[in-house]
């Protein structure tokens, strides 16, 4: 531990700021709030706030961020990755250094995010311990109040001085060439930071009534509970300020910004929210996540339950920011959770702190967000609304997806969208989607001619084990556009006739000129190793339909099939899966026979924007292929 | 074949077309995408033949309906610009009171020559493709949604309130500067820009789609608004929306 005067202090935040190979930002007073904001002297300093508008997050994270430029002409481009400047950042509470920390894994999970780590990798972190808590601060109880790592110099305020613990040796480096008079701190200062740290801990106004690590059990019992939620969101706005504040959200949306030209742009990832009415809304005007209630437990689930399954932490680091930006007042977690605790305890629910979960976080590769061009190369009208696209990738290469995968497909100017592949890998060097005109990117695309380009990113998503279904009976079954995901894996398997066992196919829309893929399933009639069920739900006078006519449940009926060897891969609207199951149910078809297919608002394709998930799990990359019985507990899945 | 373009007023203050009126730099590059056929507030020429009807003002008269119903048969796209044209404005405020009152403190003597009926939003007359909220609209969401329909997309316009952008600008709440905003029910797509520059909401874009209104009107009197001032304060713009309900 290190020594420093506070005139010494603010000399080496001035030597910082002169340095122009740095950004140094720091916390200032902003009306009578605080914010972090750009430093041009070390006077604007107010190391003795309370809590900042915004976390820093923002540094790396930033609330709008061009993800992507583009040029007809060129095609995407990743943005000018001109040098970032390191960022220094002067006077973060240690809540919000954990959050940072968190915030590190969920955007390295997988897949890492370039944008912020590489803004994390240069930046540089003071920290300060609190000398003023904000009467909304829980972070005592969430074992934030102080920490020991994430920085790379923690201040503790002494008086006259400040006493620094090195984080890191970019931190000791940073102190060495730009600070002066720092001394070896004495026995008695390091007893003093001991002391000054224990008060901390114990200044938070705010306190749960059990421990802390009850939180994800206690949710856990209380998913269902009857009204809780409802009451709990009664007087929700769904204005989103409390996820906005949050130190350790992470959801953002993904926006088009073509300029005047409309020849070029730039394509935007910007702050999202779960709790804004829109979140889990897709094209087809769904909503998956339809009211505040569902919408505000959401929140709760994710915190406190789905990301410490699959992180081990509790996302929530104790900042009080959510509790004091609620005008309504309905958002402060210690008040919420007291009140499941006592309500848990009233019904005589027994709890005990979960066991620590099993937690793997790898990095598999980067994030590209940058869409590769493609050509079009054949359109095939379908129906009145659908039509299937031929696509070829022009640097040559073969999309080599799985069947059951999807492509994020990007038009110019208008954006993108998640659109599953049609054709089986089987058929390399072009691939096919069958695309309903649905929302503007549909539309648009429908519009585009033969030679035209799109943009796609892909193939993702955990799509059909085809390994696994070697020698299996299959019965596929699907309901309107649902046969476009299933062909891709119906005709690999029709490629790869001799490893599969019995092929049956039922294929349902509600009448005959809403048939997709038509003359070949058609002749799939003529083969005697598949066996083609279709029905429709009415036939018009006016058109001619001589197969069954009736919901697609009333197909399970008419075949054989043995429901020991039999896998069920079911693809439909959302609706039709509850009834299909129910029928594959009725004839003994197990539930980890049952393979589905689920379709969400899957914005950024790789598990980090947050919007296709269901419960915990992320469409976009723990589906939307799913073993039913994998699924079938989850509430919001089906 | 660039498309046509025609700008039609109503009842407004004509604050909208001034926007356009005044894009400067880049009304250059959009007269290279569209070819401006009738323009009263710019130009004198005039022609019934366009493709996109700009329409700004609400419609308070029964005469009205008319001339909006031939725009909208004329035109394949009608966008209202402009919360008059939008949401019915605050002209909707001599709604809550009696029209023949209203009639004579307007006109004076001469009020029987004058007809006048509630005020209201033109898509209360004729459908409508795209909206251009704010009073007046904002010159970037007007060029974001003329974008859009340039590109053959529908323009995006949020369908969350304006704490959202309030909060990505890291304003000071106004209630904790001692003052009373619905920027909690207003639609966004302002970027905040009342309360930025250190004021309040005043919810000139109207409610987003499913707004709860009753947990507001709860928020405005909890911190010291009387009945009377929050109720006069959802009458300000949102007087067609709420009557509509």
Redesign the interface.
Same mark, same amino acid.
């Given at each position: 531990m290190r020594i420093i005067s506070k005139e010494d202090f603010n000399k080496f935040v001035n030597s910082l700021i002169k340095d122009n190979s740095l950004n140094v930002a720091g916390v200032k007073s902003?009306?009578?709030?605080f914010?972090f904001g750009q430093l041009e002297s070390a006077g604007e300093l107010r190391l003795d706030y309370d809590v900042t508008?915004?976390p820093p997050k923002?540094y790396f994270f930033p609330?709008?961020e061009t993800l992507v430029t583009y040029d007809v002409a060129n095609g995407y481009s990743a943005k000018d990755p001109a040098e970032i400047k390191p960022t220094v950042i002067v006077g973060v509470h240690p809540y919000d250094i954990a959050a940072l920390l968190q915030m590190d894994e969920t955007f390295r999970e997988t897949k890492s995010d370039p944008y912020y780590s590489e803004k994390r990798k240069s930046s540089i972190i003071i920290g300060v311990n609190i000398q003023n808590m904000s009467k909304s601060c829980f972070a005592p109880q969430m074992g934030c109040a102080t920490i020991d790592q994430g920085y790379d110099l923690m201040l503790t305020d002494l008086g006259n001085r400040y006493a620094i613990t090195i984080g890191s040796h970019k931190g000791a480096e940073l102190l060495e060439k730009y600070a002066q008079n720092v001394t070896d701190a004495i026995a008695r200062d390091i007893q003093l930071v001991g002391q000054k740290k224990r008060e901390i801990m114990s200044a938070a106004t705010q306190k749960f009534d059990f421990e802390t690590e009850l939180i994800p059990e206690l949710l856990s019992k209380s998913y269902e509970e009857n009204g809780f939620w409802e009451k709990h969101a &009664?007087?929700?706005?769904?204005? !989103?300020?409390c996820v906005?504040?949050c130190p350790t959200c992470y959801c953002f949306d993904v926006?088009e910004n073509?300029d005047?030209? =409309?020849k070029q742009g730039e394509r935007l990832r910007?702050?999202d929210?779960c709790l =804004? &009415?829109?979140f889990a809304k897709i094209a087809s005007g769904e909503n998956f996540r339809p009211t505040?209630p569902n919408r505000y437990r959401h929140r709760y689930f994710k915190k406190g339950k789905y990301l410490f399954d699959r992180f081990g932490f509790i996302s929530c680091v104790g900042c009080g920011r959510c509790s004091s930006?609620c005008?309504?007042d309905i958002a402060n977690p210690v008040n919420l959770f007291n009140d499941m605790y006592h309500e848990a305890l009233n019904m005589g629910v027994k709890m005990v702190p979960p066991s620590e979960p099993e937690i793997n976080i790898r990095t598999e590769s980067k994030i590209n967000f940058v869409p590769k061009l493609a050509t079009i190369v054949k359109k095939v009208p379908m129906t009145a609304n659908e039509m299937l696209f031929e696509i070829k990738l022009d640097d040559g290469s073969i999309l080599n997806h799985k069947p059951g995968q999807f492509v994020e497909v990007s038009v110019f100017?208008? !954006?993108e969208a998640p659109i599953s592949v049609s054709s089986s890998p089987t058929k390399k060097e072009t691939f096919q989607l069958c695309v309903r005109k649905m !929302?503007?990117?549909t539309?648009?695309l429908h519009?585009l001619n033969v030679g035209e380009k799109v943009g796609i990113r892909g193939p993702f998503g955990h799509g059909f084990d085809t390994e696994f279904l070697k020698g299996k009976d299959l019965l596929f079954v699907a309901g309107g556009l649902g046969i476009a995901p299933l062909r891709s894996l119906f005709n690999y398997v029709l490629d790869n006739r001799d490893y599969y066992g019995r092929v049956t196919l039922l294929y349902g829309c509600k009448e005959p000129r809403e048939l997709l893929f038509g003359e070949e399933l058609i002749a799939l009639e003529k083969r005697a190793d598949v066996e083609y069920k279709p029905t429709v739900d009415w036939c018009p006078e006016n058109e001619i339909w001589s197969g069954n006519i009736g919901v697609i449940t009333t197909l399970i009926p008419q075949v054989n099939f043995d429901p020991e060897t039999t896998y069920a891969i079911v693809v439909g609207p959302p609706i039709m899966y509850k009834f299909v199951i129910a029928d594959l149910k009725k004839r003994n078809v197990p539930d980890d026979h049952i393979i589905i297919s689920l379709e969400r608002r899957m914005k950024c394709g790789v598990g980090k924007c947050g919007h296709c998930q269901i419960n915990q799990l992320y469409v976009c990359k723990d589906g939307p292929v799913f073993n039913y019985s994998k699924i079938k507990g989850i509430p919001e899945a089906l | 074949m660039k498309p046509k373009v025609a700008f039609f007023d109503f009842a407004g203050c004509e604050g909208d077309q001034l926007q356009i009126a005044n894009l400067e730099e880049e009304i250059l590059t959009l007269l290279g995408h569209v070819e401006v056929v009738s323009f009263r507030e710019v130009m004198k020429e005039h022609s019934d033949n366009y493709d996109i009807a700009f329409v700004e003002g609400s419609c308070t008269r029964l005469q009205d309906e008319e001339r909006l119903k031939q725009i909208r048969k004329n035109a394949k796209i009608v966008v209202a610009i402009g919360s008059c044209a939008t949401i019915g404005g605050i002209n909707s405020l001599k709604n809550h009171k009696d029209l023949v009152n209203v009639r004579q403190t307007v006109y004076g003597n001469k009020a029987n020559l004058f007809d006048t009926y509630a005020a209201r939003p033109i898509d209360a007359v004729i459908p409508v493709d795209a909206y251009v909220h704010g009073c007046p609209m904002t010159k970037e969401e007007f060029l974001h949604v003329v974008k859009s329909l340039l590109l053959g997309k529908k323009p995006e316009i949020p369908n969350y309130p304006v704490c959202v952008e309030c909060k990505k600008n890291e304003n000071v709440c106004a209630f904790e500067r001692g003052q009373f905003c619905v920027g909690t029910v207003t639609r966004a797509g302002c970027n905040s820009c009342c309360v930025n520059e250190g004021t309040i909401c005043w919810g000139c874009r109207g409610l987003v789609d499913n707004p709860n209104e009753n947990s507001q009107k709860e928020v405005l009197i909890k911190y010291g608004l009387t009945v009377d001032d929050t109720i006069n304060k959802f009458k300000l713009y949102f007087g067609w929306q709420e009557m509509k309900k």
């Open positions: 902003k009306g009578n709030k914010a508008l915004l923002k609330q709008r &009664e007087t929700c706005l769904a204005c !989103g300020s906005l504040v926006k073509p005047l030209s =409309l910007t702050w929210g =804004l &009415e829109d505040r930006n005008l309504p100017g208008v !954006g !929302g503007s990117l539309t648009k519009m | -």
